[in-house]
């Protein structure tokens, strides 16, 4: 038999900005399409807010039943990226899906299910709308990301974690004007893992708390040093990373404000960095939060703004302080419609009261955009690579005072 997991991407979006009726009548239209497109033995069924299971039998094995598996899940694709017309609206979705088989990849239902649900998650890793069936390596990945997030549990305790950081600089004076805190990881036997094959287990596993709770612990003591010594400036910020699973936590703004008591270092020296992702997935929960987080006097940044598929109306109801502009539109400003985009930003930002901060700046032609463009604040090689935390008290001695 043959297990399909679709998972609709894009239908929070749609509910959020909509409204549930219309959210609904998408919910049924996708569950008309989809029992149109599967056999009359299929039994299709929605297993999830937003997640449609398909379970038939099949008398193929080995190629020729994965080859039908395809099939079928390549028609469902596109019949689901066809725009849903309603009230005058048109609706973009889309669905990776993800398959399984009995009984090569499992015998029981419940492992079944389990492993397409694992080949919809592997897919998404790829990238949107993308067709998985089951396989060994999703398993064998599973088990290096348990191993990892084995070995991340204890990276705290063993002292392999280390905070850089970059400097974010005045581009109107080339003064520094603050820094970004990346964390990094230097296993014992791996060497350097970098955050972008980390964080995503940790989020996945739970042990991003610890991380994030020593991230800002680490950047509250140094503030609070840098503030005694006095090289670092007096308004000057740190931003802090901060994923989604860690926002999302119940406990969230209780563990922030435990991570920097004691430290000496007031809450307005911080940023806290958060995706536009957070935005889309559940508007109202996060606008409370960052609300709170602004009352409490942490300073809240949109990061990688502009990539998030999220919508603008949000905007303005935000005590946000910052936008960071992807680097994706910094890169080529002059031949590429990116610069036009990177322009926008810039003046939404600054029409909103925010402050805009241009990530990824390699070259000086991009330096002289960013400055023309009226973007106040800039981060990227070009100035300095995230720095080790004595290698950066050394440039905050050369470049600030
Ligand atoms: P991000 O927050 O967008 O951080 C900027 C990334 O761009 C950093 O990568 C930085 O090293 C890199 N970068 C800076 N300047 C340039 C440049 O001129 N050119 C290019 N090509 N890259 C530049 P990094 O340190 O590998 O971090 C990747 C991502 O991992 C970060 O993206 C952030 O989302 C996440 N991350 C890093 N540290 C933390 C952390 O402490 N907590 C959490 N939750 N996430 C973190
Ligand atoms: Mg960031
Ligand atoms: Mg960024």
Request: proline share 5%; charged share 25%; net charge negative.
């Amino acid at each position: 038999m043959g297990v399909l997991h679709v998972d609709l991407d894009g239908f929070r979006l749609i509910n959020d900005s909509f409204g549930p009726a219309v959210g609904d009548a998408v919910l049924v239209e996708m569950a008309t399409r989809l029992r149109a497109l599967c056999p009359p033995v299929a039994e299709v069924g929605r297993v999830g807010v937003d997640e449609f299971l398909i379970v038939f039998p099949s008398n193929d094995a080995g190629a020729v039943f994965d080859a039908s598996l395809r099939q079928l899940a390549d028609a469902i694709r596109s019949s689901i990226a066809t725009p849903v017309a309603h009230d005058g609206l048109e609706l973009h979705l889309t669905a990776p899906v993800g398959a399984s088989r009995g009984p090569e990849d499992a015998i029981t239902a419940v492992d079944l299910l389990a492993a397409a649900d694992r080949a919809v998650r592997a897919g998404r890793q790829i990238g949107r709308n993308q067709f998985r069936v089951h396989d060994m390596t999703i398993d064998i990945r599973n088990h290096d990301n348990l191993r990892l997030d084995r070995d991340l549990r204890v990276a705290t305790a063993r002292r392999e974690l280390e905070v850089y950081y970059q400097p974010i600089i005045d581009v109107a004076t080339g003064g520094l004007a603050g820094a970004e805190a990346l964390v990094r990881w230097h296993h014992c036997e791996r060497g350097p893992v970098p955050p972008s094959e980390f964080i995503p287990t940790a989020e996945a596993t739970g042990s991003i708390s610890a991380i994030s709770e020593f991230v800002l612990g680490t950047v509250a003591d140094d503030l609070a040093a840098w503030s005694t010594s006095g090289i670092f400036p007096a308004e000057g910020r740190v931003s802090v990373n901060i994923s989604a699973a860690e926002f999302n936590r119940v406990d969230f703004l209780d563990r922030l404000t435990a991570a920097i008591d004691g430290t000496g270092t007031d809450p307005s020296r911080l940023e806290l960095e958060i995706t536009e992702s957070l935005l889309v997935e559940d508007l109202s929960a996060a606008a409370e939060r960052i609300t709170e987080m602004d009352r409490l006097g942490f300073g809240v940044a949109i990061d990688d703004f502009g990539t998030g598929y999220s919508s603008l109306s949000y905007l303005h109801e935000l005590p946000l302080h910052t936008l960071k502009i992807d680097r994706r539109f910094i890169a080529k400003p002059s031949d590429d419609r990116s610069g036009a985009v990177a322009t926008a930003i810039v003046s939404l930002a600054r029409n909103l009261g925010f402050v805009a901060v241009a990530e990824g700046l390699e070259h000086e032609y991009q330096r002289a955009f960013v400055a023309r463009s009226g973007c106040e604040f800039a981060q990227g090689f070009l100035f300095a690579p995230p720095l080790p935390k004595a290698t950066f008290e050394r440039y905050l001695v050369d470049h600030h005072l």
